[in-house]
């Protein structure tokens, strides 16, 4: 899972 539209999440979970 990623995180769009969360800029906390996405350098953990970026979507590709």
Known sequence: SCCARNP?????HPCV
């Open 8 to 12: 906390a999440c996405r350098h953990n």
